[in-house]
């Protein structure tokens, strides 16, 4: 074995004494060698590790109840405007304006036009509404655009762009499995 080899498991090493080492200079009085090999020794594990961020001391976070000074959403809110802001969220606002103007309908219309006509349903400008009678199917396509113009003031500009006009529910004809195609019907108005 050669001495650059090293020791062998088991073995110590032992100072080579060709080796010289630097002499060891004497300690100061005034401790600024202790202080400049302190901050060698802290620049070299600094490099080496990387910084811990020294603890904060615990604090404990409390919650307020109250919301301070300036207006905030936890504070007490009228009943109008949280109805106002939960409408808009979810983009109700066409629809609660329809499902009104089907509550007021005898008043848009007239007394005597609601008493034999229905709203159905509204989608996409459509209105249709239902009559008692094909008589009053057939008034109400006439009056269809003073109808039209009358709803759009209240729900707004191009609300409404058709009224499609229903006649009565009437009871089915066809009896049986075979049936004519073009055959002419009752020919009954129904009221």
């Known amino acids: 074995m050669t001495p650059e080899d090293g020791p ?25 060698d202790l202080a400049r090999a302190a901050a060698r020794a802290a620049a070299a594990s600094a490099s080496t590790q990387p910084a811990r961020r020294k603890a904060a001391p615990f604090r404990r976070r409390t919650r ?11 504070d007490p809110q009228l009943l109008d405007q949280a109805m106002g802001r939960l409408i808009a969220n979810h983009g109700w606002e066409l629809d609660l304006k329809v499902q009104g103007v089907f509550g007021r309908w005898a008043e848009l219309v007239g007394s005597e036009v609601a008493d034999h006509c229905t709203p159905e349903s509204f989608d996409d400008g459509r209105l249709v509404v239902r009559t008692d009678s094909t008589a009053w199917a057939t008034q109400l396509k ?50």
């Open 64 to 74: 307020t109840t109250s919301s301070g000074a300036r207006p905030d959403d936890r």
């Open 142 to 191: 006439l009056l269809a655009p003073s109808v039209v113009r009358r709803l759009n003031t209240e729900l707004g500009h191009g609300t409404v762009t058709v009224i499609e006009v229903l006649g009565p529910h009437l009871p089915s004809w066809t009896k049986g499995r075979l049936s004519s195609r073009d055959g002419r019907g009752p020919r009954d108005t129904y009221g």
């Open 8 to 32: 062998t498991p088991g073995e110590e090493a032992t100072p080579d004494p060709a080796v010289e080492r630097e002499p060891e200079p004497e300690h100061r009085a005034d401790g600024l």
